[in-house]
């Protein structure tokens, strides 16, 4: 089963140059997530299944106050908190946009993929 966190939107500390590191900039988070256990879909039981919102509320937790230099670090550390979740998680990919940092451009981005 492919879960899908799509669009997370939140402000963070995030950025090398001065005037990032002064005020929280908006990024967004789109995380994918392959869980090996699909009884949910016949229980209709929340205990049968992963629980996102926890994902997202460690999530919040994560950046809540901490600054990161590179979008690199906080897509790392965004993937951990979503490996550590659930045991059942078998992959999972965790896309962080940077939107309107490059005046030319929407957004930057990185993605991290691991597998259990």
């Known amino acids: 089963m492919i879960i ?3 669009d997370l939107t939140l402000d963070c500390y995030l950025g090398v140059y001065d005037f990032e590191h002064k005020a929280k900039r908006p990024i967004v988070i789109n995380i994918e ?3 090996s256990d ?3 879909c016949r229980s209709d039981n929340l205990s049968d299944t992963l629980d996102y919102d926890i994902i997202i509320k460690q999530i919040k937790d994560l ?3 901490k600054r990161f ?3 690199e670090k906080l897509a790392f ?3 951990q908190v979503v490996f550590n979740t659930d045991e059942k998680i078998i992959k999972a990919v965790v896309t962080v ?3 309107k940092i490059i005046e030319e451009i929407k957004s930057t981005s990185v993605t991290l993929t691991r597998k259990r």
């Open 4 to 6: 899908k966190l799509k």
């Open 33 to 35: 997530i392959d869980y």
């Open 38 to 40: 699909e009884s949910s």
């Open 63 to 65: 950046i809540a106050d």
């Open 69 to 71: 230099d590179l979008i």
């Open 77 to 79: 550390d965004i993937l």
């Open 97 to 99: 946009d940077k939107p």
